[in-house]
Every structure is written in structure tokens, then in C-alpha cells.
């Protein structure tokens, strides 16, 4: 089975069918039986030998590649050992389980079409002007060829609809004024007791000294418009980004654990 049709493509969500019944169906529930449960519990919630992979906090913010990493290499000196034996769909089959027992379950198939949602990205609705996916697109906004790998189809529809609302402080512009009154926006690259580095929606690069500056206000707005699409245009959307980033996390499992957080 394959992580697209594994993770995302499934018609109910945890909650409608038994745990048993999502047990059988789920490939990576007896391979984390086999491989994980006899140290960190049947349930991931810890054993006497590891901790807990299922409620601690530090663990489901992990990125899903970076599980992968982990379970692939193991973490040196900590007690997790490698299982390097895993084959990579193993590997994958195993972080879907483990994002279930997180209470991810509720992750389910939006009535979308990836392709229409990439002709949008790449068009209609201007993501590309900002963002990148796999190398095409701009570079003001953040990089989303990874980003549906972890996000919830939920919280994407609320940050196209309303990004003012609903994207985090540091994922937000600055807005600085100098001196001699000139204002400058644009996204915050660097941040210290004496500078501040801001890159602009043309591109360009403004490195300031913080005694040249009256005004600081950091992730103030989004520069990211609200989406003008309707209800079928943004499904389609989400489901490109949720397809862009499970084969993006799928075919780089090696980079797991080298990997900068891409999860704008």
C-alpha cells in the first residue's frame, strides 16, 4: 500500500470504525508491534525501557521525515537503535501508524484533485509568486514541498482563507522604519541585538543597524493575501499540498534527519 493511499486516502476518519478494525487495516500496526512496542508500548505511550512517542509533545511536532530518520538510523547514545533492515515502505508504514496512536487519525481524503490543485498553485491562485514545491515557485513565502507531509487539511484551509488570522507570528512580515522615515516590510532572515535583516517581496536583501532604526514591529501581518477561490478550488488546493508532501517525505527518507524544518 502506498503512502498516499495508506495515509490520506481513507474515506472515515478514527473515530467511525473500532480500534481493532483500523488495527487490522493499517500495515505499520504489526510492525510497530514486532519492531517498537516491546520498548515504547503497545499504545506508544512509553515502557520501561523508552519513553512516551505517543502524547509527548517534542515527538508529534516532529516532522514525519524526520520520524523516519530516527527509526532508520536510530539516535546514537540515547538507546534507539537503527533499523536499518526496515524497508523504506515499512519505515513510512510505520510513522502512519505511530501518527494514529498520536490521534492523527482524523486526517482523512479532502473531495479535491491534486492535478487541479497544482494547475491552481502554479496559476490562478499565485502560490508560486511566494512559495516553492519541489524546486518551482518563489521564495519570499516559505518552501511547501514538505509542509503537507505533517500539516492537517484543516489548518491549511484556515491559513489559505485567512492567513492574517491564522498563520503564526514568525511565519508574518516586519515592519521596520529607519531613521530617516523610510519603511521597509518584508520577512525576517536574521534577528540580534544590533541588526536585523529583512528580505523584501522583490527579492532584495536590507541588512540594518537596530541605532539607525525608531520602529521594530515583528510578524505584524501576512503578506500572504486571503484566497479568492471557492470551496472546491481550496480542496483541490490542500490536496496537492497534502499529495506534494507525502511523496516529498516519502522520497527523502535519508535526508530525515539532515533536513532544515520546512514547515511553513
Known amino acids: 500500500m502506498s503512502w498516499w493511499r495508506g495515509v490520506f ?9 473500532s480500534f481493532g478494525t483500523l488495527h487490522a487495516q493499517q500495515p505499520g500496526a504489526a510492525i510497530f508491534a ?7 508500548g503497545a499504545d506508544g505511550r512509553g515502557g520501561e525501557h523508552a519513553p512516551n512517542i505517543a502524547t509527548a509533545p517534542g515527538v508529534q511536532h516532529l516532522m514525519d521525515r524526520e520520524l523516519a530518520g530516527i527509526i532508520r538510523y536510530g539516535i546514537s547514545g540515547a538507546g534507539m537503535p537503527a533499523f536499518s533492515s ?4 515499512e519505515v513510512t508504514d510505520i510513522v502512519a501508524w505511530l501518527r494514529i496512536l498520536q490521534g492523527r487519525g482524523d486526517i482523512v481524503k479532502l473531495p479535491g484533485d491534486a492535478n487541479r490543485g497544482e494547475a491552481l498553485f ?48 514568525d511565519k508574518k512580515a516586519t515592519t521596520v522604519v529607519t531613521n530617516k522615515g523610510q519603511t521597509i516590510t518584508g520577512m525576517l532572515k536574521g534577528n540580534n541585538n544590533f541588526s536585523i535583516s529583512l528580505q523584501t517581496a522583490d527579492g532584495a536583501f536590507h541588512f540594518l543597524q537596530k541605532t539607525d ?27 496537492y499540498l497534502l499529495h506534494a508532501g507525502a511523496e516529498s517525505a516519502k522520497g527523502s527518507p535519508e535526508h530525515a534527519s539532515q533536513s532544515d524544518d520546512h514547515d511553513d
Open 9 to 17: 486516502v481513507r474515506a472515515v476518519v478514527l473515530g467511525s470504525v
Open 34 to 40: 514486532a519492531n517498537c512496542a516491546g520498548c515504547h
Open 86 to 89: 526496515l524497508k523504506p515502505q
Open 122 to 169: 502554479f496559476g490562478k491562485a499565485q502560490c508560486s509568486e511566494c512559495h516553492m514545491v519541489n524546486g518551482k515557485g518563489g521564495f519570499i513565502g516559505g518552501d511547501l514541498s514538505f509542509y503537507g507531509a505533517n500539516a492537517k487539511p484543516d489548518q491549511m484551509r484556515a491559513i489559505i482563507l485567512n492567513p492574517e488570522k491564522n498563520l503564526p507570528p
Open 213 to 239: 532604526l525608531t520602529q521594530v514591529d515583528l510578524g505584524t501581518h501576512s503578506l500572504m493575501p486571503a484566497a479568492t477561490l471557492d470551496s472546491k478550488e481550496v480542496d483541490d488546493l490542500v490536496t
